[in-house]
């Protein structure tokens, strides 16, 4: 007889039972993340707690992250207004989503935003909450219509806790997104780490 598993479930598991035998246990992972527009704006309601609503003063979103092996997972992200510190001594702290001006032109050189998003991995008494931090850089272009568009666009994403519960509880990790994910999925690259 034998038994064949699908990589949906074989990762997951093999992370759980590796995880338990030795210290943190990482993988690489590859996949695609997507994002909508959401008018609700549901991150609000459903970020770390802790994390306060007046924090997502940009645009909101619902997010699908599709990671090979792992079960998709579905959530809400939003732009969010953050301090930033300068590494320039004596230069003064400002707040996200930030420009960083091209010297001779008015477009920006960057843009600099930052995020959050709370995603759902696993299904019934295996689901868990996963929050992150995200930074998403950009570097602009005018369109044809005179508005500034992204050219190219990066996001480093770090998980930056979970509920605690489900078959993923206290996962840890990183993940880097290459492309404008909103509308359209983009690949996604990173590790993902079991206690």
């Not at 299904?123 to 909450?129: C, D, Q």
């Amino acid at each position: 007889m034998s038994i064949r598993m699908t990589p949906k479930f074989a990762l997951p598991l093999l992370l759980t039972l590796a995880s338990s035998v030795a210290g943190a246990v990482c993988v690489p992972v590859i996949g695609t993340a997507r994002l909508l527009p959401d008018a609700a704006c549901t991150i609000r309601t459903v970020a770390q707690p802790g994390t306060p609503a007046s924090l997502f003063g940009g645009d909101c979103f619902s997010v699908q992250l599709s990671l090979a092996g792992f079960p998709v997972a579905t959530g809400y992200a939003g732009n969010t207004i953050e301090p930033m510190a300068s590494l320039v001594p004596g230069a003064p702290a400002t707040v996200a989503p930030v420009a960083v001006p091209a010297v001779g032109s008015p477009l920006p050189r960057q843009i600099v935003q930052t995020a959050r998003t709370t995603m759902w991995l696993g299904h019934g008494a295996r689901r868990t909450a996963i929050y992150t931090t995200d930074v998403v850089v950009i570097q602009p272009q005018l369109s044809a219509t005179g508005q500034v568009v992204p050219k190219l666009m990066t996001e480093q994403i770090l998980i930056s806790g979970s509920d605690g519960k489900g078959a993923f509880a206290n996962v840890s990790g990183h993940l880097n997104v290459m492309g404008t994910t909103v509308g359209a999925p983009s690949a996604v690259t990173g590790q993902i780490c079991m206690p």
